[in-house]
């Protein structure tokens, strides 16, 4: 979790990693180069791979298929769009050709290492109608040994209240105080106002506020 503030005096975001979802493994299919801007160095590529998902918290097991473009740097940075089905392995249906999850995405890899944001749709499955429009954040790695994506997916959850978000941000300036030498009756008011704005926050966090 990396805890901003999003107010009138303070632009930044809050954003919230919420519990596991899901181990993925993905194994490329086929690819192929359909432009290049070699003064911009700028390369495109069309790709298509296949996946299994092993769900974690509720989240189903599964198979994936998807495809997309990726625009590659010169810099070796690049950025693909994905989309694709998912197709749930512990369906009550017990017919996988009737329940697909559908789901879209975008990564930006560096190095072998990448981080992705994937939405998925139920497309009105009723089993698993709690999926649609489920956001996900995954990071992962390219295994050169398995020639094949890793990665972990968690769900990204909605952020606190601004209230909670405001006694976070005074806590944690009172925590850049306190570490400072004791140099006057300043500072030792503000240990004082740290742990009272500790216990606040602690209690805030197992009670949320509506």
Request: contains cysteine.
């Amino acid at each position: 979790m990396y805890p901003e503030i999003n107010d009138n005096n303070n632009n930044n975001i809050v954003i919230h990693i919420g519990k596991k979802l899901y181990e993925e493994k993905d194994y490329p299919l086929e690819s192929r180069i359909i432009s290049e801007d070699k003064d911009n160095g700028l390369i495109q590529r069309e790709s298509s791979w296949r996946g299994e998902i092993k769900g974690f918290n509720l989240f189903p097991d599964g198979k994936l298929q998807g495809s997309g473009i990726s625009y590659i740097h010169n810099s070796g940075i690049s950025i693909s769009h994905w989309q694709g089905t998912f197709i749930p392995l512990n369906s009550s249906t017990r017919d996988e050709s009737t329940t697909r999850i559908t789901f879209k995405g975008q990564d930006t890899n560096t190095n072998n290492k990448f981080i992705v944001i994937r939405t998925f749709f139920s497309n009105d499955v009723d089993e698993f109608k709690w999926l649609d429009g489920l956001v996900c954040i995954a990071e992962g790695i390219f295994d050169l040994t398995d020639n094949c994506f890793k990665s972990t997916g968690y769900e990204w959850t909605k952020s606190k209240t601004k209230y909670e978000s405001k006694i976070f941000l005074l806590y944690l300036n009172s925590f850049s105080v306190v570490v400072c030498p004791f140099k006057s009756y300043r500072h030792i008011k503000n240990i004082f106002i740290y742990f009272v704005l500790l216990f606040v926050f602690a209690f805030l966090s197992g009670h949320h506020i509506s």
